[in-house]
């Protein structure tokens, strides 16, 4: 079984995006310029603002760094309080579990032959 890899857009990501398009940024058509504003998106919110340039993401976007502190916060949040949770002896053990059977081949192709 191939692992599937889905990246959806948060609602943080779609308030970057958004603020990018307001800017002037191309991000429906231009495929780099979209994924440079996701990996922000992604980076910010899973290990805070302090990862990128915020002052620079803040000008080219035409916010403020405390804007983009304030979108991203409750997503923040939450994958901190989600890494706790993980980080409980029982919840690891369930989530490896969940984690094997979802992908018993952890996610890697079947070979054939020797």
Do not use: C
């Not at 340039?53 to 405390?66: E, F, Q, R």
């Not at 949770?85 to 979802?102: F, K, M, Q, T, Y």
Request: charge should be negative; charged fraction near 30%; proline fraction near 4%.
């Amino acid at each position: 079984m191939e692992r599937e890899y889905i990246i959806r857009d948060s609602e943080f990501t779609r308030w970057l995006l958004d603020k990018a398009r307001a800017a002037g940024w191309d991000v429906d058509d231009d495929q780099e310029a979209r994924n440079t504003v996701r990996l922000s998106a992604a980076l910010i919110r899973t290990s805070g603002v302090a990862v990128v340039d915020a002052p620079k993401l803040a000008a080219a976007l035409g916010v403020t760094v405390a804007e983009i502190e304030q979108a991203a916060a409750g997503e923040l949040a939450d994958n901190e309080a989600a890494a706790r949770l993980l980080e409980r002896p029982d919840v690891a053990e369930l989530d490896a579990h969940l984690d094997s059977v979802a992908w018993p081949d952890d996610g890697k192709a079947a070979t054939d032959g020797p």
